[in-house]
Structures are given as C-alpha cells and as structure tokens.
Nanobody, 115 residues
C-alpha cells in the first residue's frame, strides 16, 4: 500500500522560511517523478515544483528563486525548502507521485503566511 505523508507546514510571517517534507512508504521516490502542488482557498490545485528520477527540477514561475525541491534517496523523502515566503504562498501543500496510470497524493499540509 502506497502512503505519502507530508509535514512541516505552519504559520510564518512574510519573508520567513519553511521546509516541507514528504515521506513515502510502498513506493520509491527516486524511481519516478515527484511533485509538490498547492491549493489555495477557492483556487485550483497547481504544480509548484517537481523533481524527476534523474534529479532534474522544475518550478512554477511564481516560486522560482525562492523554493527548492530536493530528494533524499536513503530516507525516501522529498523536501520543499521555501524561502522569502509571501502571503500569496498561503495554501495547502500536497506531495504527488505518479506511477503509470496511478496518482498518489499525501493528505496535505497547511502553510499560512501572515503579512
């Protein structure tokens, strides 16, 4: 059974930093692509950052230069380092791992940035 568990969210002031973690069981992150998504209240879920099996990363324009996605293959964990946070970054953040026709999601972690 595949399970993704996010952690690290919370309340932070604008300009601050948070690091989100996503730990997997039942699936190996490094064998495929993993993404961090977010969904703000009343908005669609959007891709924030992704990392391929080979380590190539991509970012939404809105977070480039502020967020960094990384992976620890030993811990089977993917991270999202978020710096210079803005109120617009407030959302529930989800970890996603696609595997063939299946899409696995974590339960989400709330990030709230106060201005």
């Amino acid at each position: 059974q595949v399970q993704l568990v996010e952690s690290g969210g919370g309340l932070v002031q604008a300009g601050g930093s948070l690091r989100l973690s996503c730990t997997a069981s039942g699936i190996i992150f490094s064998f495929g692509s993993t993404g961090w998504y977010r969904q703000a209240l009343g908005k669609q879920r959007e891709l924030v950052a992704g990392i391929s099996s080979g380590g190539t990363t991509n970012y939404a324009d809105s977070v480039k230069g502020r967020f960094t996605i990384s992976r620890d293959n030993v811990k089977n964990t993917v991270y999202l380092q978020m710096n210079s946070l803005k109120s617009a970054d407030t959302a529930v953040y989800y970890c996603n791992r696609a595997s063939g026709p299946r899409n696995y999601w974590g339960q989400g972690t709330q990030v709230t940035v106060s201005s």
